[in-house]
């Protein structure tokens, strides 16, 4: 597979910058398994609304995530299912990898592999 230099990597900086907060990283593979609302993220991840909110924002500036209204409700749900197919791929690349990428000098940090189970 080559990559495309010429027409920058910026946008998919974006999407892995995206897809590395811990927080919105529990998002989406919660919504992966179903929509839902920002009281039942909040309930499920120990998280305040306000936090919830606000990554919500996040993943719905950067095309991943929108809502439905439902009465005074909305729903919250994957825009793409090709995120599922990438969420499946980086687990099998962490299954495969082991602890290497826990244990990386640069990005890997004994806090990182404590708070793993949260997310």
């Known amino acids: 597979m080559a990559i495309d230099c010429a027409g920058g990597l910026t946008p998919a900086v ?3 910058r995206s897809l590395g907060d811990p927080t919105r990283l529990a998002i989406l ?3 992966a398994s179903g ?3 920002v009281v039942d993220l909040t309930s499920e991840l120990g998280l305040a609304q306000s936090t919830v909110s606000k990554h919500l924002s996040c993943l719905r500036d950067c095309g991943l995530v929108d809502y439905r209204v439902e009465g005074r409700q909305s729903f919250y749900a994957l825009t793409r299912p090709e995120l599922l197919d990438l969420l499946r791929s ?3 690349v962490l ?3 082991g602890a290497a990428v826990t244990l990386c000098p640069v990005y890997g ?3 990182d592999s404590a708070t793993e189970g949260r997310a």
């Open 35 to 37: 929509e839902a609302r």
């Open 95 to 97: 299954a495969a990898t």
């Open 14 to 16: 974006a999407l892995f």
């Open 29 to 31: 593979r919660r919504i």
């Open 90 to 92: 980086a687990e099998q």
């Open 109 to 111: 940090t004994p806090a």
